[in-house]
T-cell receptor
């Protein structure tokens, strides 16, 4: 069966520090991969999605970036975090375009 | 820009009561999904509806897709504390991207 791992579960970072969140998927090949951000108790905002290695589409202009160095690895990064980057970050995978996403357990990011 | 509006934003009721959550749009969607999310976890898919007028049942939960595929509802019968969570709807657009509602936070009090 397919599983998705996302870490860390929680992270507290100072303003201006770098960020690296990692997500890996097991049990499937060539998945679509997604990074979402969720404000407290609210809906999801799609940040990035990828349909293949090295292929990244950005939905929202920001100081975040994403990379897909391997088929089942998706990384969310920032060179300098802002206070507004605080939130709940969710990684997800789907079997292809049109298939529903399966989510990881998320990373709670707090910027101080 | 396609938007999905969920109502109510927040609902707190007693165990055993019935409730309905709505997801509305002025746009047509190819499909509509309902998710439930618990604190500190990712959303989990409950159901996908794809046909106008479609009704699906999942135990005490009944999901309906509007005839015009612009709206959907989730009805819970005899709510239980285990139903507590954030309920999210998401519509599939013509490019197979998901448009997300802001969610309904549901609390069922024992």
């Amino acid at each position: 069966s397919q599983t998705i791992h996302q870490w860390p579960a929680t992270l507290v970072q100072p303003v201006g520090s770098p960020l690296s969140l990692e997500c890996t998927v097991e049990g499937t090949s060539n998945p679509n991969l997604y990074w979402y951000r969720q404000a407290a108790g609210r809906g999801l905002q799609l940040l990035f999605y990828s349909v293949g290695i090295g292929q990244i589409s950005s939905e929202v202009p920001q100081n975040l970036s994403a990379s897909r160095p391997q088929d089942r690895q998706f990384i969310l990064s920032s060179k300098k975090l802002l206070l507004s980057d605080s939130g709940f970050y969710l990684c997800a995978w789907s079997a292809g375009t049109g298939a529903h996403p399966h989510f990881g357990d998320g990373t709670r990011l707090s910027i101080l | 820009t396609q938007l999905l509006e969920q109502s109510p934003q927040f609902l707190s009721i007693q165990e055993g009561e019935n409730l309905t959550v709505y997801c509305n749009s002025s746009s047509v969607f190819s499909s509509l999904q309902w998710y439930r999310q618990e604190p500190g976890e990712g959303p989990v898919l409950l159901v996908t509806v794809v046909t106008g007028g479609e009704v699906k049942k999942l135990k005490r939960l009944t999901f309906q897709f509007g005839d015009a595929r612009k709206d959907s509802s989730l009805h819970i019968t005899a709510a239980q504390p285990g139903d507590t969570g954030l309920y999210l709807c998401a519509g599939g657009d013509s490019n197979y991207q998901l448009i997300w509602g802001a969610g309904t936070k549901l609390i069922i009090k024992p």
